[in-house]
């Protein structure tokens, strides 16, 4: 799934889908942040430990 649907779907943005997992009538899709939008909430600060 491409981030342009994670987006135009669910309004995800920063954000690449992982995987999909298809259980018990239950979709759900595993997303990780990109590197460009982690970053410090206090300071914005890009320069962050994950």
Partial sequence: MST???Y??????G???TRIEF??????FH???S????C???CGSRNVIR
Avoid at 8 to 13: K, L
């Fill in 8 to 13: 135009q779907s669910f309004g995800i943005r």
């Fill in 15 to 17: 954000y690449r889908q």
């Fill in 40 to 42: 410090c909430p206090m």
């Fill in 4 to 6: 342009t649907l994670l």
């Fill in 23 to 28: 259980t018990g009538g239950v979709t759900r």
């Fill in 31 to 33: 997303v990780e942040p």
């Fill in 35 to 38: 590197e460009k939008a982690v």
